[in-house]
């Protein structure tokens, strides 16, 4: 069995900066990619950003992009989304999903992916 844990989220001012990691724990396993999805209250889940676990490529909703980075360290199976800038309209529960066999045509639909986090609450403050 795997398990994400999610850390690092919180309340910051606008303008502010976070950075939430996701841990992967459990039995051996090599994600094929880790991705960070968030929701808000009333609003569909949505894709934030992913990298692709072997080579570190990455995607990003057009929103966070130059904002946000993600980032992975495969000796501890763990990923990272580094959040700069803040808006309120990041405001929302970030999930970590990962996967063993999602290819990079699905990366942005959650439903690609088998194993998620609990979640975490970032609140941004105007």
């Known amino acids: 069995q795997v398990q994400l844990a999610e850390s690092g989220g919180g309340l910051v001012q606008a303008g502010g900066s976070l950075r939430l990691s996701c841990a992967a724990t459990?039995?051996?396993?090599?994600?094929?990619?880790m991705a960070w999805f968030r929701q808000s209250p009333g609003k569909e889940r949505e894709f934030v950003a992913a990298i692709m676990w072997s080579g570190g490529h990455t995607h990003y909703t057009d929103s966070v992009k130059g904002r946000f980075t993600i980032a992975r360290d495969k000796a501890k199976t763990t990923g990272y989304l580094q959040m700069n800038s803040l808006r309120p309209e990041d405001t929302a529960v970030y999930y970590c999903a990962a996967d063993s066999r999602i290819i990079v045509s699905s990366l942005r639909n959650g439903e690609n992916y088998d194993y998620w986090g609990q979640g975490t609450q970032v609140t941004v403050s105007s």
């Open positions: 459990g039995r051996t396993f090599t994600p094929r990619a």
